[in-house]
């Protein structure tokens, strides 16, 4: 899978930005972290590439929360080299172009999707 660096998905946080759009994909919020919603269909929507920079190298389970912000947080920054955005693809809505991060979050039992948007105020280009 293609490998997106930063310039790249500051480039697609910045179109999904501009689009205005209503669409199936944005009637859930997601400017946090979370369980795909039910209401998302998978084939909707299409991965074009992932922020994990090695995929043989183990990524870190840092986060990056320099204000106090968490997880579950709509103002936390979006770091591409701390947890979860190291383990992201970037997918795109085939309806109108929105772009997201989206990981399989793995714990002891299970496995989930986990979706967020991907907003271009968020972005933080920091060193690990």
Known sequence: MLFIDFPALSALAAASATITQPCSCCTVPLAAWQRLPTSLELERFEEIGTLREDAYEEPTFAEYH???????????????????????????????????????????????????????????????
């Open 66 to 128: 320099p204000h106090g912000t968490r997880y579950d947080s709509e103002d936390a920054p979006i770091a591409p080299r701390y947890y979860p955005a190291n383990l992201s693809q970037v997918v795109r809505c085939l309806n109108c172009g929105r772009h997201y991060l989206r990981y399989n979050e793995a714990g002891g039992y299970f496995t989930e999707l986990r979706i967020r948007a991907l907003r271009p105020a968020l972005l933080v280009d920091a060193p690990l």
